[in-house]
T-cell receptor
Framework: EPEVTQTPSHQVTQMGQEVILRCVPI?????FYWYRQILGQKVEFLVS????????KSEIFDDQFSVERPDGSNFTLKIRSTKLEDSAMYFC?????????????????FGSGTRLTVV | DAKTTQPPSMDCAEGRAANLPCNHS???????VYWYRQIHSQGPQYIIH???NNETNEMASLIITEDRKSSTLILPHATLRDTAVYYC????????FGKGTRLHILP
């Protein structure tokens, strides 16, 4: 079964450093997403991406965050200057188009996540 | 998610059917009902979705009331591996997770 692959599985970084989290979505999917989950809290939407641009973002996704699809396979989330409160699990997801409504017939496939620890 | 109401937790005996309820009284006509689950700290997993009709797949069944104001996810023969947080989501667009129902499968 096709999978969304995320690397690394765990990353430790010092406060103020830049981090890049990497994701390889399912190959025929066109919609991509990042979510995060702070320990013990619910999964929060960060951003959705389609046709090489952000289609929607949450209040959490401020100027410190950016996303990119640098080639045909990778989808990255960059945090420019990490803060302690950025420590969380970050999940990438992708979905398959269904002609105007991406969710109408298919659910999102999530990766296993990257655990980011800012020290 | 303020659009749905789910019990915070439920227990089910192993081998029995697990019936997880969800209220979505303000659902609009073009919104689907989606169910996902999250096992421990793994990535959320899509289970099933529906618009008006009941749906069944290899994982579960989804029963939607005629007025669409509530639904039930049924895991027909629960196993210990079904222990997870189950999320009911009503949407036409992006998936927004609420607090879900923590399902405990008892041996």
């Amino acid at each position: 079964e096709p999978e969304v692959t995320q690397t690394p599985s765990h990353q430790v970084t010092q406060m103020g450093q830049e981090v890049i989290l990497r994701c390889v979505p399912i190959s025929n999917h066109l919609y991509f997403y990042w979510y995060r989950q702070i320990l013990g809290q619910k999964v929060e939407f960060l951003v959705s991406f389609y046709n090489n641009e952000i289609s929607e973002k949450s209040e959490i996704f401020d100027d410190q965050f950016s996303v990119e699809r640098p080639d045909g396979s990778n989808f990255t989330l960059k945090i420019r200057s990490t803060k302690l409160e950025d420590s969380a699990m970050y999940f990438c997801a992708s979905s398959e188009p269904t002609g105007g409504y991406p969710l109408a017939n298919y659910g999102y496939t999530f990766g296993s996540g990257t655990r980011l620890t800012v020290v | 998610d303020a659009k749905t109401t789910q019990p915070p937790s439920m227990d089910c005996a192993e081998g029995r059917a697990a019936n997880l309820p969800c209220n979505h009284s303000t659902i609009s006509g073009n919104e689907y009902v989606y169910w996902y689950r999250q096992i421990h700290s793994q990535g959320p997993q899509y289970i099933i979705h529906g618009l008006k009709n009941n749906e069944t797949n290899e994982m579960a069944s989804l029963i939607i009331t005629e007025d669409r104001k509530s639904s039930t996810l049924i895991l027909p023969h629960a196993t210990l591996r079904d222990t997870a947080v189950y999320y009911c989501i009503v949407t036409v667009d992006k998936i927004i997770f609420g607090k879900g129902t923590r399902l405990h499968i008892l041996p």
